[in-house]
């Protein structure tokens, strides 16, 4: 069977040796004779499976004993609400007296995953959406997302209920640098130094692709789980114990009621088993991360990850001198790991581009419809070597446009 290089954003490739394995596992899970799509979610196996995947990622993210791991489902646009719901609940229980007008929601734009959350916060109500950047005045042309802004941009509030960033932008192809990258890292140290501050992160396409930096100062990180670790479904959720509050509590005095499948207590109480969880893509997500342990977990990630977005960018770089791509972000100002994206310039040349990508079994690449031109995510489950194939097709590319 030949099976395509597959670069798309989301859903996106899986590792062929976990698909095989699952491949058995929907026949029978775990030598029960049951199927893993059959089986009860109550099932000892099945508790098993899940303790282990949580310390998979406990273990692999360093995520210290004061944040809980949880399991859920309503991927990355149910935590725009869930994350508001929740912190503005906590936020009721620190400060009853205060009218919603008082309250405020504090959101880092940086594209276009960041602007949705920031227009559910808006749409929820129950306080004020403070934008405390938005990083479009400071790109090329003053209305893209092609940057993250320098830290004199930032104005957050005095005492937000939340403080929002999406670590990567998984349309546009921006991320946060890691501390190595402080210029264009999350500003923390703008934050005053309170160490329960509700930072909330969208992880959704970064995460287990790196280790996550400060991640002990967060509220909330948060991340589906089909970008580098298993299929759509499952979402999953680091919540600092603070932040899991009795949001019926909060209710009774005047906070937006939360519904239950949206609480993080609620979450918390029944171990993520209050009702039926996505178990297929649980499993699949426990093989993944599995994987990743024995392949030598973060750092082994991180530094394959580096090395594959930076021969693509590499190379873009030599087509930018002649005049035959274009990266869309800008160098040095957050290019993402993740999703590189870019254009192929001249009439006609990105459908000629993505044809002949295609034919060579390189596959998903074309943008997102919002940004044009070309994107290729390099998640976990894209190897090296088939990075490596996309680059040498760029190269052939390059030297057929510039004879
Ligand atoms: N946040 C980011 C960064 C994303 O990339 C996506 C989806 O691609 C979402 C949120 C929305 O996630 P979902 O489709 O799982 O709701």
New binding site residues.
């Given amino acids: 069977m030949t099976r395509a290089i597959n670069f798309g ?2 859903p996106s490739a899986l590792p062929l040796s976990v698909l095989e394995e699952a491949a058995q596992g929907l026949l029978n899970f775990k030598g029960t004779g049951i199927g893993i799509a059959e089986i009860s979610h109550r099932s000892a196996e099945f508790g098993d499976f899940l303790t282990n995947l949580e310390n998979l990622i406990r273990t692999q993210l360093n995520v210290p004993p004061t944040h809980s791991i949880l399991f859920t489902q309503g ?4 935590q725009f609400s869930a994350t508001v719901l929740n912190l503005l609940a906590r936020h009721r229980l620190l400060h009853p007296e205060l009218a919603d007008e008082e309250r405020t929601l504090d959101y880092v734009i940086t594209g276009s ?1 960041s602007k949705k959350a920031a227009e559910e916060a808006r749409r929820l109500g129950g306080a004020k959406v403070n934008v405390a950047v938005d990083a479009r005045p400071y790109s090329k042309d003053a209305k893209s997302f092609d940057n993250i802004p320098p830290h004199n941009a930032y104005t957050f509030s005095p005492d937000p209920a939340l403080i929002y960033y ?1 670590e ?3 349309v546009d192809g921006v991320q946060f640098s890691n501390e190595d990258g402080a210029p264009t890292s999350f500003p923390f140290e703008l934050l005053p130094p309170n160490t329960l501050q509700p930072i909330v992160a ?1 992880y ?2 970064s995460f287990m692709s790196r280790p996550i930096p400060r991640l002990a100062d967060h509220a909330v990180i948060y991340a ?1 789980a ?1 970008k580098n670790i298993g299929p ?1 479904g499952l979402t999953i959720l680091i919540v600092r114990q603070d932040c899991i509050v009795d949001v019926d509590a909060a209710a009774k005095l005047g906070a937006v009621p939360v519904p239950l499948t949206m609480s993080y207590k609620t979450l918390a109480d029944a171990k993520s088993l209050y009702n039926t969880p996505s178990v297929f893509s649980i499993y699949i997500a426990g093989l993944v991360l599995q994987r990743m342990k024995d392949q030598g977990g973060m750092p082994h990630y991180e530094e394959v990850n580096k090395r594959k977005a930076e021969k693509l960018y590499a190379v873009i770089k030599e087509g930018e001198e002649k005049g035959v791509f274009q990266a869309k972000v800008k160098e040095g100002a957050g290019r993402s790991w993740m999703n590189v994206v870019f254009d192929v310039l001249g009439e006609g040349a990105l459908s000629k581009f993505i044809s002949g990508a295609e034919a060579k079994g390189l596959k998903a690449l074309k943008g997102h419809r919002s940004v044009g031109g070309v994107r290729a995510s390099l998640y976990n489950a894209i190897s090296e070597d088939q990075a490596d194939q996309l680059i040498a097709y760029m190269k052939e590319y390059l030297a057929a446009s510039t004879v």
């Fill in positions: 954003a989301g991927g990355g646009c149910g995953w999406c990567n932008e998984t969208d959704s396409s589906g089909q759509a």
